[in-house]
């Protein structure tokens, strides 16, 4: 095998994405889409970071405000958050997110761990960073940034028709005192 090709098995490609004029990397194996949310609909009573869920294509996926999952400041851009779609533990999710950027490949052997000066937030949820020419690349540890939720994220939070017609079949019906009796 020639040393090119060596060198081409221990890249990984990320879609970077900017929040908070912080540019963060996403492993692409893990995205699932890139897009701009229609219309997302709020959750009563979900915590803050749940911007609500939408409808991509058929799918309910629930929206993350990654800026107030990471404790960063609200948006004060007109502009439409954008959002990647990731799944995890069988649920769609879609990370609000300032801007998507550019697919990159970059060696793995040029990650390195946090600095000791990462921000705590940010470190919590980072699998490593790159330094890239200009900017910190601080590469997102997904299942971190999922697994850190509330159990609100860890279960649906909607139920279907059937499933509760079938709760409401379990419950045991009570008998009226005096049924068919007078009163």
Do not use: C
Request: no cysteine; charged share 25%.
């Amino acid at each position: 095998m020639a040393k090119d090709d060596m060198s081409n098995e221990h890249e990984t490609e990320y879609v970077t994405v900017m929040i908070d004029g912080q540019l963060f990397g996403l492993p692409i194996s893990r995205v699932q889409d890139v897009f701009m949310p229609d219309r997302i609909t709020r959750v009563p009573l979900a915590t803050p970071e749940i911007a609500g869920v939408l409808n991509l294509r058929g799918r309910i996926v629930t929206a993350i405000d990654l800026r107030r999952r990471l404790g960063l400041p609200s948006r004060t851009s007109d502009r439409p958050p954008m959002a990647v779609g990731i799944e995890f533990r069988g649920e769609s999710y879609g990370l609000l997110i300032d801007s998507v950027g550019e697919v990159i490949k970059l060696a793995d052997n040029s990650r390195e761990s946090n600095p000791v000066n990462l921000d705590a937030r940010l470190a919590r949820v980072s699998a490593g960073v790159h330094r890239l020419d200009g900017p910190l690349l601080v590469i997102l540890e997904v299942d971190r940034v999922l697994d850190m939720a509330p159990d609100v994220l860890r279960h649906r939070l909607w139920v279907s028709a059937a499933e509760v017609r079938d709760r409401l079949r379990a419950i045991p019906r009570a008998t009226p005192q005096g049924a068919g009796g007078a009163r």
